[in-house]
């Protein structure tokens, strides 16, 4: 746990965890994770999924073209 402290009085302001600090300081990473959090969003998830991995499996496929 990071604590982030008032400089004169030296009380703790803040605290975060490792996942707060990488969340908050990337908005698109965080809008990414948002999407695919959502309750309703298996499919998305699964449909953005299969296509990347089909994408990278296809890469270095020079036969098929």
Known sequence: LFE???R???KVQWTGTR???IFGSNS???AI???YACEDSKPK???DFIS???KVMNLDRFDLK
């Open 4 to 6: 982030g402290r008032d």
């Open 19 to 21: 996942v707060d600090l």
């Open 52 to 54: 990347a991995w089909t």
């Open 33 to 35: 994770a948002e999407i």
């Open 8 to 10: 004169k009085t030296n």
């Open 28 to 30: 698109q990473l965080r």
């Open 45 to 47: 998830f699964l449909a």
